[in-house]
C-alpha cells in the first residue's frame, strides 16, 4: 500500500491587464511544493518589482528632501550630495514612465521596471558613499551606519532623517569673511620655520619608506639579515637598522663601514655624510672629503655635490661654488637648487635675490618639491614682514607650471588680500590633486574655518580638517597642539 501523500500545486497567471488568477489543486507528495507559472514570460516579477519601485520612489522623495537639508547645512561633500539628489532624480523620472508603459500595457514595460529599480538602488548606494564620507566632519559612527544601512532603502531611509537632525550647520568656505588670521598665519609661520635656506644635497626632495607594522617590520629586518653577506647586504641591513631600529645605530654603523671597505659606493657615500653632518659620527670634513671622494671616483655624483657643499660651509666659498655652477650647468638640478641657497644667503656670492628665486622657479616647474616648498616658505615670512612684501610680489608675479604648486601660490595670494573664501577655495583645489601639497593644503583649510568661520560647527570642521593633515604634514600637529580643548 502506497503512503497518502499530498501535494499543493499553485499555479498564477497574469493577464494582458494584469488581473491575477489563482488556482488550487492538490496531488500526491511527500513535502509541499509551490509552483509558479508567469505568463508573459516574467511578468510576475515584473509585477512585484513594480511595486517595490513605487515604495522606493516613495523613499527617494524623502531622501531628496533629506539630502536638500544637508546640502544647505554643511559644507562637506557639496558636490557628492548634488550628485545623489541628481541621480535620485532620474530614479523617480524612470518611475513615471514605468507607470506610462504598464498603464498603456507597452509591450517593454517589463525592461522599464528593471531599468528603473536599478537605478533606484544605485541612487540609494550613492547616497549610502555620502553619507559616510560626511563621517569625516561629523558624527563619525552614525554616518558610517547610515551609508551602511543605505542597502536596506527602508532602514537607510529612517537613519538618514536622523542624520539630518543631528548634524549641525556649518559654513561653505565660499561664504568665509577675513576676520583675522591667528591660527593661519601661526601654520604659516610653522612651514616657513621648517623650510629655511639650507644648503643641501636632495633640496628637500628626501623620500621616506612608508612605515611597518611591528610583523612586517620584523620579517623585513630578518630577511636583511639573512641577505647581509654581500656588500650591498651589508649596506640595505644597515640602512634597514638606521631608519626602523636607530637604538641599533651603532651595529648599523659597523656594516656600513664593511660595506664601504668593500668598495660599495652608497655605503662610501653614507660614512662621508655622517662623517659631514656628525650624525653618529664626529663631525670630520677631512674624512668626509676622502670618503666623498672615492664614491665620487665611483661615479656618484651626488658626491661631488657634497664636496662642493663642504667647501662651501668650510669658508672656501668661491670653489665650491664654481663646482656647484658646473654640475648646474650638466645638468644636475640638485646643485642648481644649492646654487639658489648661496645666491640667497650670499654663501660664496653676493646676495641676489630676484637671481636665486629664478632658480628655485627654474627646479619647481622641472618638478622638484623641495624648490617649490623654499618659494613657499619665503612668500610665507614675507607677506608678514615689514619690507612690505617686495619678495611676496617677486614670487606671486611668476608662473608655475604645476596646477597643485599654483593653487596654493594663489591661496596665499588670497590671504594677503584678506580674501579668505578664495583661499579656501584655491586650498580646496590642492586638495583634490592629491600631490605633495595635499597635507599643507588640509591644514590651511582647517585654519581658515577656524579663523573665518562663525559658527561652533565651523571650530569643530577646522579642527578635523588639521587632523586629517597629521599624516601628510608634520607642522599639522603643532597647529592641532595649540588649539582649545572645547575645539578638538
Known sequence: MKPDRRKCVFVAAIGRRGELALNFGCTHSNTAVVLLSVAGGGKLAADIL???????????????????????????????AASCIGVFCVGIVLFGVQLGMYAAGHASAAYAVYICAAVLYCAFIVGGVYFAMLSRNSHRALCIATGITCLVPPI???????????????TAVKKFVYSGYAYTYAALGSFSERNKAM?????????????????????????????????????????????????????????????????????LFNIGYYYEMGEYLKRDYKKARAYYARAAANGDGDAVLRTAI?????????????????????????????????????CGTAVDLEQAFAIYAECANAGMFGAQKRIFAAACTDMQSAQ?????????????????????????????????????????????????????ARCLVGTLYLDCGKLPEDKRNGAEYIKSAFPLWDGAKEIYAALPRNVE
Open 156 to 170: 537607510g531611509t529612517v537613519m538618514c532623517i536622523l542624520l539630518s537632525y543631528r548634524i549641525k550647520r556649518d
Open 388 to 440: 612690505n612684501g617686495r619678495l611676496f610680489r617677486m614670487i606671486t608675479d611668476r608662473k608655475f607650471e604645476s596646477e597643485e604648486f599654483a593653487a596654493v601660490i594663489d591661496g596665499l595670494i588670497d590671504i594677503k588680500r584678506h580674501l579668505a573664501a578664495d583661499a579656501s577655495e584655491n586650498f580646496l583645489r590642492a586638495i583634490t590633486s592629491h600631490g605633495r601639497w595635499e597635507g599643507v
Open 310 to 346: 663642504i667647501d662651501i660651509k668650510s669658508g672656501e666659498g668661491e670653489v665650491g661654488l664654481k663646482k656647484l655652477e658646473e654640475l648646474a650647468d650638466g645638468g644636475n638640478l640638485r646643485a642648481k637648487y644649492n646654487l639658489g641657497v648661496c645666491r640667497e644667503i650670499g
Open 199 to 267: 644648503l643641501d644635497d636632495l633640496g628637500g626632495e628626501e623620500e621616506c619608506e612608508s612605515p611597518l607594522d611591528k610583523k612586517q617590520l620584523n620579517k623585513k629586518l630578518k630577511s636583511l639579515k639573512k641577505d647581509a653577506k654581500t656588500a650591498v647586504g651589508k649596506y640595505n641591513y644597515a640602512v634597514a637598522l638606521v631608519n626602523f631600529v636607530p637604538y641599533k645605530f651603532a651595529k648599523a654603523l659597523r656594516l656600513m663601514q664593511k660595506a664601504a671597505d668593500e668598495q660599495y659606493t652608497p655605503a
Open 50 to 80: 513594480f511595486y517595490v519601485n513605487l515604495g522606493m520612489a516613495i523613499l527617494a522623495f524623502i531622501l531628496i528632501t533629506v539630502l536638500t537639508v544637508l546640502h544647505r547645512k554643511t559644507a562637506c561633500m557639496r558636490t557628492l
